[in-house]
């Protein structure tokens, strides 16, 4: 089994390509070892010391590393990935439902039809992005002209995230939608 490895726009975080799917839809935040318990993977990551954070993509696995430095890390983190795709386990564990969304979606219902068109341009021009950077953005609420989004892996805590958000995401949305005024990360 060959991994690759790519540097994303975050100096704290690396995308671990293993060639084969990891999450068959969807993506999994996991920031903390309370929450990578639902994986036998991502448990074994945050037992790497240095590891603070796990994310899981279609095709990737990023990892978001605190102080410690890559050179020491990436070895231990090719290991364990390694080793979980060869034992066959399950990435998700069974007996455990993925985490909830913590504070779900907020919006006014006569804002569905702009909520839609919102969510329609995350899915079809962001997401694609950010997932080839290692991270996701999720739509978490729309109020007073204000779209709130979700930054997670590579993009949670990147220091390029606020230009993606300012001059990005708002110029997008903003043109599609004259109602938005402003984009915020949350």
């Known amino acids: 089994m060959f991994i690759q490895t790519e540097a994303t726009p975050n100096p704290s975080t690396l995308k671990f390509l293993p060639g084969r799917t990891v999450l068959p839809q969807g993506t999994l ?9 639902q994986s036998p993977l991502a448990e074994k990551l945050f037992g ?11 095709d990737f696995i990023t990892v978001t590393k605190g102080s410690a430095e890559w050179p020491h890390l990436k070895p231990a983190i090719l290991g364990a990935i390694m080793e979980h795709f060869m034992s066959g386990q399950p990435l998700v564990r069974a007996d455990s439902a993925p985490a909830a969304d913590e504070d779900g979606e907020f919006f006014d219902a006569g804002d569905s039809q702009t909520v839609d068109t919102i969510k329609e341009l995350l899915e079809t021009r962001v997401r694609p992005a950010v997932a080839a950077d290692g991270g996701d953005i999720t739509f978490r609420g729309f109020k007073d002209g204000v779209v709130y989004l979700a930054m997670q892996g590579s993009c949670s805590g990147c220091p390029s995230s606020t230009a993606t958000l300012k001059h990005g995401i708002q110029n997008l949305m903003k043109h599609f939608l004259p109602e938005v005024r402003e984009v915020q990360a949350i």
Do not use: K, Q
């Open 29 to 37: 935040h996991m920031p903390t070892l309370e929450a990578a318990r």
């Open 48 to 58: 790497i010391d240095g590891v603070a954070g796990v994310f899981f993509g279609t």
